[in-house]
């Protein structure tokens, strides 16, 4: 079995981890499983080669032999699900922990979106010092919830899963914001993630591309 995903030639964050292949990588690793990479430029994505694999000429893709995926939630499940350590083996605790990579990116991550578009594409418009600290609140509102309901825990449901995996990575587009600091649980929570040595693994592959230092083995 060949995995190859694809990630950005030159990623926008410099390597900081934000680009949506690092969740991917995160996972293959959390599951032990080798892939390769293949980098693509913006003009390449959206090019009738990478558009048959990504309908919308986005990173990452997924290619395992004769299976095609794209959507980093569909990605991580599909891991999830062939490969043991990223869901619980009881049927309803394995649900829930999907429930949570659901909530990952349906319910947390658009207001998340939302701030990365007012400050960046937004920025400059007459309105934007009024929107953002609107955008703000709603993600206050999110985290404050989330936070109500990890409380004390490790992870969300009982052992870490592809839920935390998939909320860690949405989480973390927020340390530049300082919002994270407000909830210290959640920070903590962050922090967790990225000691996980697979985390580390996936971050340090993803900033040799930026760097040109691909660790060995790769
Ligand atoms: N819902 C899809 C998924 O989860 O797979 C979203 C995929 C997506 O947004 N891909 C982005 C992309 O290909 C890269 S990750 N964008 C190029 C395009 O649309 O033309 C998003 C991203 C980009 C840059 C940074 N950054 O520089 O900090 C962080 C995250």
Redesign the pocket.
């Given at each position: 079995m060949t995995v190859t995903i694809t990630a950005?030639e030159r990623?926008?964050?410099?390597g900081?981890g934000?680009?949506?292949?690092t969740?991917?990588r995160w996972a293959l690793e959390e599951a032990g499983q080798h892939y390769e990479v293949r980098l693509v430029s913006?003009k390449a994505?959206?090019e009738p080669a990478h558009v048959a694999l990504?309908p919308?000429?986005?990173?990452?893709t997924y290619e395992e032999d004769d299976l095609a995926l794209?959507?980093?939630?569909?990605?991580v499940f599909h891991i999830a699900e062939r490969h043991a350590g990223l869901l619980p083996d009881d049927a309803n605790a394995r649900d829930r922990a999907i429930a949570w990579m659901f909530a990952a990116?349906n319910t947390v991550?658009p207001p998340i979106l939302d701030l990365?578009i007012a400050k960046i594409v937004e920025g400059d418009k007459p309105w934007a010092k009024d929107r953002l600290p609107l955008v703000m609140d709603r993600i206050r509102e999110r985290l404050k919830q989330l936070s109500a309901r990890l409380g004390d825990a490790e992870w969300l449901e009982g052992g870490f899963s592809a839920g935390d995996l998939m909320m860690v990575s949405v989480l973390l587009?927020l340390k530049p914001s300082g919002l994270l600091n407000e909830f210290p649980n959640l920070a903590a929570y962050v922090a967790r993630g990225e000691t996980r040595p697979a985390y580390k693994r996936a971050f340090d592959a993803q900033l040799a591309v930026f760097t040109g230092n691909p660790p060995p083995g790769r």
């Open positions: 950005f990623s926008p964050d410099g900081a934000l680009a949506r292949d969740r991917v913006f994505m959206k990504h919308f000429g986005q990173i990452p794209f959507e980093t939630g569909a990605i990116v991550e990365v587009r």
